[in-house]
């Protein structure tokens, strides 16, 4: 048998008859989750801030198969709005995943009031009043799957992104206290770890940090935004029934240890004029 890839092709069926809100849908990780549920048989709401790059996705997506939103994931009221319109329109909700996500280098001393609050509601707030939405529907129909997308940096250091990395450990806590509160009415809730991954927000285009990232990958390459995507949909599927308040790495071996790098150091150290201070 033939199977489509996750761009324009037939169902493989999985998620045949069944509808899924994605937000951060229009690039990266989240653009590849939209297209591999499309291409297996759901229909899917792709929320993101552009609605250019959301049209790009609807286009590459099996016809039919993929609504774009226009959604900025900070703005809690409009988060619940979206997920509770899509649910009445579809008449049930299958499966949310919260892409949503920035990652701004800042170092930890220079990182502002402004930037931290932004960081939070993007990737941590936004995230949990999409999922409080979602479960609210999906406890109400007899359950539902919510994935969160958190981080490898939810579990280690990595310079220069502490409010990255506190929003996703966050997220993957609140992915395991929703779960163990919502299992009883079948609403399942998992998160998924991505390690260095090929999308625009992921990787650089410096060589030097290139040869560095590969150094400490045990794989030696970063991820493909589609091999993230597989274990999304396996997680969402009825394959996964038994797995809840898990967050999965999908890292190519990072978290199990790393490299030396004689003569290491953060990639961006303090401005100088702090240290005088």
Not at 18 to 47: D, P, Y
Not at 164 to 170: D, E, I, Q, T
């Given at each position: 048998?033939?199977r489509?890839g996750p761009?324009?092709g037939?169902?493989?069926g999985?998620?045949?008859?069944?509808n899924?809100?994605v937000?951060?849908?229009?690039?990266?990780?989240?653009r590849a989750?939209?297209?591999a549920?499309?291409a297996?048989?759901?229909?899917v709401?792709?929320?993101?801030r552009s609605?250019?790059r959301?049209?790009?996705?609807v286009a590459?997506?099996?016809?039919g198969?993929?609504?774009?939103?226009v959604?900025?994931?900070r703005?809690v009221?409009?988060?619940?709005?979206a997920?509770r319109e899509?649910?009445?329109k579809k008449?049930r909700l299958?499966?949310l995943?919260?892409?949503?996500g920035i990652?701004?280098?800042v170092?930890?001393l220079?990182i502002?009031?402004?930037?931290?609050?932004d960081?939070?509601?993007t990737?941590?707030?936004?995230?949990f009043?999409?999922a409080?939405?979602?479960a609210?529907h999906?406890a109400?129909q007899?359950?539902g799957?919510?994935?969160?997308?958190s981080?490898v940096?939810a579990v280690?250091?990595?310079?220069?992104?502490?409010d990255?990395g506190?929003s996703?450990?966050?997220l993957?806590q609140?992915t395991k206290?929703?779960?163990?509160?919502?299992?009883?009415?079948?609403?399942r809730c998992?998160a998924?770890?991505?390690?260095l991954?090929a999308?625009?927000m992921?990787f650089?285009?410096?060589?030097?940090?290139?040869?560095l990232?590969m150094?400490?990958?045990?794989?030696r390459?970063?991820a493909?935004p589609?091999?993230?995507?597989?274990?999304?949909l396996?997680?969402?599927?009825?394959e996964a029934?038994?797995?809840?308040?898990?967050?999965?790495p999908?890292?190519g071996?990072?978290?199990?240890g790393?490299?030396?790098r004689?003569g290491g150091?953060p990639p961006?150290?303090?401005?100088?004029d702090?240290l005088?201070?």
């Amino acid at each position: 048998m033939t199977r489509a890839g996750p761009e324009r092709g037939g169902s493989m069926g999985r998620f045949e008859g069944r509808n899924v809100i994605v937000t951060g849908g229009s690039s990266g990780i989240g653009r590849a989750i939209v297209l591999a549920f499309a291409a297996e048989g759901a229909t899917v709401c792709a929320g993101a801030r552009s609605a250019e790059r959301l049209a790009e996705v609807v286009a590459a997506a099996p016809e039919g198969r993929v609504e774009a939103r226009v959604l900025d994931v900070r703005d809690v009221p409009e988060v619940r709005r979206a997920v509770r319109e899509w649910a009445e329109k579809k008449g049930r909700l299958h499966v949310l995943v919260n892409c949503a996500g920035i990652a701004p280098e800042v170092p930890v001393l220079d990182i502002t009031p402004e930037q931290w609050h932004d960081v939070m509601a993007t990737n941590l707030t936004g995230a949990f009043f999409a999922a409080q939405e979602a479960a609210r529907h999906m406890a109400a129909q007899g359950g539902g799957v919510i994935v969160n997308i958190s981080s490898v940096d939810a579990v280690i250091a990595e310079s220069p992104y502490a409010d990255y990395g506190a929003s996703k450990a966050a997220l993957s806590q609140f992915t395991k206290c929703m779960a163990f509160e919502l299992a009883h009415l079948g609403v399942r809730c998992v998160a998924v770890a991505p390690g260095l991954t090929a999308t625009p927000m992921g990787f650089t285009d410096d060589d030097e940090i290139r040869r560095l990232y590969m150094g400490v990958i045990p794989m030696r390459r970063p991820a493909r935004p589609e091999e993230q995507a597989a274990v999304v949909l396996f997680l969402a599927s009825d394959e996964a029934s038994y797995v809840t308040g898990v967050t999965v790495p999908v890292d190519g071996g990072i978290l199990h240890g790393f490299w030396a790098r004689p003569g290491g150091g953060p990639p961006i150290p303090p401005k100088p004029d702090l240290l005088e201070s």
